[in-house]
């Protein structure tokens, strides 16, 4: 939403007051604080002025006269209380919290159906007969710290009359004074992969099933959004048979390959990974001495993506590993011609360091390139990236609530780059998510136009995150 949204409904009057968050109640089984959008980003047009934040929420099955009550908690300082606010909710105690306004008397969204909009006003040091429910950040001097750049945790919680809770939903607030002049790299990987099935009696030349509605409907989903959103570059990791049944599985279908094999030709924005005719256990077919099986697969593979006319990245070829990778990947990713790999970040042992006076484990978070199998010529080395873990778990359970999913997703981003902000070192991650056909394409939509205008993160394809 755009930071000139309207200012605040006149239920909320007043500079917020401190204090401790309400005593948690058990919530309803039933009824549930929904956010169907909000301000990503709140960047002052001046030095010292105020910006709204704006929540769009929605209640669903709320009792008559519900009402919605909102705290803003003080800025956070690592990622692991990030980490920790997404899986357990809200601790400690508010720096502002409204009061309870009855949800009927908000003003509704101009941008989404069925929402209402809570405006909160963020100011670096609020002064007297400031209009609005202001949100004071308490950083300017001579008071502050002098900065109030970082993210804010902020609870919203549904009420009935009696003030009892009945849900609550935390999402954050991402404030900083301009946009970064180092951002941090993104590579987002989507894949697009179905379970294989046979048609009932393959031909040489149409083995394959056609997907049935529900199948393509999960593929063309996340692909509508990629095609919504080009300037944002994405890496894809198909499956040439999935995409052979999505092209076969009717009109929808085939637009939707239609649209895949041109933004695959409109490099950078979308890059297509080779890839095996099926998914495979690169490794454990190396182990097994299945080399020819795998330039089998990769054929297999080659011959489909050409049919579609869907392009491949070229140069030093790229193997994205979803299990786990084994002592034996070396092999299979020669076999394959791959110079880099990207491996799990659950599947590495935690990193170290030596310093000038002792070996210290790393502590942030993991943001560059590294040699897979060091000691090798250049001819034959592996440069490899991790997946960072805990992204990756938000992309695979962002269908419950998508809106939300992907503002978490974009404050994490922007925890993990204000950990350096100032530096000059290339710093990227590499985020993979669920197989597209299990994702809400809502929730890719809202990501990628969040990516789109993100002042703190650059996206990049796997090729150029290497590179």
Same mark, same amino acid.
């Given at each position: 939403?755009?930071?000139a949204?309207?200012?605040?409904?006149? +239920?909320f009057l007043?500079?917020?007051?401190?204090?401790?968050?309400?005593?948690?109640?058990?919530?309803?089984?039933?009824?549930?604080i929904?956010?169907? !959008?909000?301000?990503?980003?709140?960047?002052?047009?001046? &030095?010292?002025?105020?910006?709204?934040?704006?929540l769009?929420?929605?209640?669903?099955?709320?009792?008559a006269g519900?009402?919605?009550?909102?705290?803003?908690?003080?800025?956070l300082?690592?990622?692991?209380?990030?980490?920790?606010?997404?899986?357990?909710?809200?601790?400690?105690? $508010? =720096?502002?919290?409204?009061g309870?306004? $009855?949800?009927?008397t908000?003003?509704?969204? #101009?941008? +989404?159906?069925?929402?209402?909009?809570?405006?909160?006003?963020?100011?670096t040091?609020?002064?007297?007969?400031?209009?609005?429910?202001?949100?004071?950040?308490?950083?300017? $001097?001579?008071?502050?710290?002098?900065?109030?750049?970082?993210?804010?945790?902020?609870e919203?919680?549904?009420? /009935?009359?009696? !003030?009892?809770v009945?849900?609550?939903?935390?999402t954050?607030?991402?404030?900083?004074?301009?946009k970064?002049?180092?951002p941090?790299?993104?590579?987002?990987?989507?894949?697009?992969?179905?379970?294989?099935?046979?048609?009932?009696k393959?031909?040489?030349?149409?083995?394959v099933?056609?997907?049935?509605?529900? *199948?393509?409907a999960?593929?063309?989903? #996340?692909?509508?959004?990629?095609?919504?959103?080009?300037?944002v570059?994405?890496?894809l /990791?198909?499956?040439?048979? +999935? @995409?052979?049944?999505?092209?076969a599985?009717?009109?929808?279908?085939?637009?939707?390959?239609?649209?895949?094999?041109?933004?695959?030709?409109?490099?950078?924005g979308?890059e297509?990974?080779?890839?095996?005719?099926?998914?495979?256990?690169?490794?454990?077919?190396?182990?097994?001495?299945?080399?020819?099986a795998?330039?089998?697969?990769m054929?297999? *593979?080659?011959?489909? @993506?050409?049919?579609l006319?869907?392009?491949?990245?070229?140069? &030093?070829?790229?193997?994205l590993?979803? *299990?786990?990778?084994?002592?034996?990947?070396?092999?299979?990713?020669?076999?394959?011609?791959?110079?880099?790999?990207?491996?799990?970040?659950?599947?590495?042992?935690?990193?170290t360091?030596?310093?000038? +006076?002792?070996?210290?484990r790393? *502590?942030?978070?993991?943001?560059?390139?590294? /040699?897979?199998?060091? !000691?090798?010529?250049?001819?034959?080395?592996?440069?490899?990236?991790?997946?960072?873990?805990?992204?990756?778990?938000?992309?695979?359970?962002?269908g419950?609530?998508?809106?939300?999913?992907?503002?978490?997703?974009l404050?994490?981003?922007? =925890?993990?780059?204000?950990?350096?902000?100032?530096?000059?070192?290339?710093?990227?991650?590499?985020a993979?998510?669920?197989?597209?056909?299990?994702?809400?394409?809502a929730?890719?939509r809202? @990501?990628?136009a969040?990516?789109?205008?993100? $002042?703190?993160?650059?996206?990049?394809?796997?090729?150029?995150?290497?590179?």
């Open positions: 939403l755009g930071l949204a309207a200012l605040a409904s006149a +239920t007043g500079v917020w007051s401190g204090g401790p968050s309400a005593a948690a109640q058990p919530a309803a089984a039933s009824a549930r929904v956010l169907l !959008g909000q301000t990503q980003w709140v960047i002052p047009a001046s &030095p010292g002025a105020t910006s709204p934040f704006v769009d929420v929605a209640a669903r099955t709320a009792p519900a009402q919605v009550t909102a705290g803003v908690y003080p800025r300082h690592a990622r692991d209380d990030f980490e920790a606010w997404v899986r357990s909710g809200p601790h400690g105690s $508010p =720096m502002a919290r409204t309870p306004a $009855p949800l009927a908000l003003p509704r969204a #101009p941008r +989404t159906a069925g929402g209402s909009d809570l405006t909160l006003e963020i100011a040091h609020a002064t007297p007969g400031t209009p609005g429910p202001v949100v004071d950040l308490g950083c300017a $001097p001579p008071t502050g710290a002098g900065t109030c750049t970082g993210v804010y945790p902020v919203v919680e549904l009420t /009935d009359p009696s !003030g009892t009945l849900a609550r939903m935390s954050f607030l991402t404030y900083q004074i301009s970064s002049v180092h941090l790299e993104l590579a987002l990987v989507l894949k697009l992969a179905s379970p294989v099935a046979l048609a009932p393959p031909s040489h030349h149409d083995s099933r056609p997907l049935d509605a529900k *199948g393509a999960g593929l063309v989903g #996340p692909v509508a959004a990629l095609h919504a959103n080009p300037e570059p994405v890496t /990791d198909t499956s040439p048979e +999935t @995409l052979l049944a999505l092209d599985s009717g009109t929808a279908g085939r637009a939707t390959v239609s649209d895949l094999a041109a933004m695959s030709a409109d490099l950078p979308t297509v990974l080779q890839s095996p005719y099926v998914p495979v256990n690169l490794g454990a077919l190396s182990a097994a001495g299945q080399g020819a795998i330039s089998a697969q054929a297999a *593979g080659a011959t489909a @993506l050409r049919r006319h869907v392009l491949t990245a070229s140069g &030093p070829g790229t193997w590993v979803t *299990g786990p990778a084994g002592r034996d990947l070396p092999g299979g990713l020669a076999r394959v011609g791959a110079g880099q790999v990207v491996v799990p970040g659950s599947d590495l042992a935690p990193t360091f030596a310093s000038e +006076t002792a070996t210290t790393y *502590g942030g978070t993991w943001t560059s390139t590294f /040699d897979l199998l060091p !000691g090798r010529s250049t001819a034959t080395a592996v440069h490899a990236a991790l997946t960072d873990t805990f992204l990756s778990e938000q992309l695979t359970r962002a419950a609530d998508p809106a939300l999913a992907a503002a978490q997703v404050a994490d981003l922007a =925890m993990v780059h204000f950990e350096r902000p100032n530096t000059t070192a290339v710093r990227g991650l590499v993979v998510g669920p197989d597209a056909a299990l994702a809400d394409p929730f890719y809202d @990501l990628l969040g990516l789109a205008h993100d $002042p703190d993160v650059a996206p990049v394809t796997l090729s150029q995150f290497f590179a």
